[in-house]
């Protein structure tokens, strides 16, 4: 089954040195699971200062700058994994260097078929 695992936390929270030994981290997570067949996608998200949010209304299109709602922590990234179950899932979720300091949501993905696949 396949998992997204959103990284979410205070994007104030790191100085620019903690980012890049964080993203180094991830990128080893990334390589580690990517030789258990797990790895299918994963990356960091510009800050919600470069966001632009799009609501349709009454048929009318809506845009505005910044994120959908906001919050004390931010959309930061995410891995798109292939897990058994939520217990394996979680378990690469915890390994993700910004759950010492954020929270990464853990949500499985519902597969339509049909979608272009690549």
Do not use: W
């Amino acid at each position: 089954m396949k998992y997204m695992l959103l990284i979410y936390g205070d994007e104030q929270a790191l100085s620019e040195t903690e980012r890049q030994e964080c993203y180094t981290e991830s990128t080893q997570l990334a390589h580690e699971i990517n030789s258990n067949g797990q790895y299918l996608a994963a990356n960091p998200l510009h800050p919600t200062s470069m966001a632009t949010s799009v609501r349709v209304r009454n048929g009318k299109r809506l845009v505005t700058d910044g994120p959908f709602a906001e919050t004390r922590e931010q959309l930061g990234g995410y891995f798109l994994i292939d897990a058994k179950n939520l217990d394996e899932a979680i378990a690469i979720a915890a390994r993700i260097p910004t759950a010492r300091k954020g929270t990464v949501e853990v949500r499985p993905v519902i597969e339509i078929p049909g979608l272009p696949t690549e």
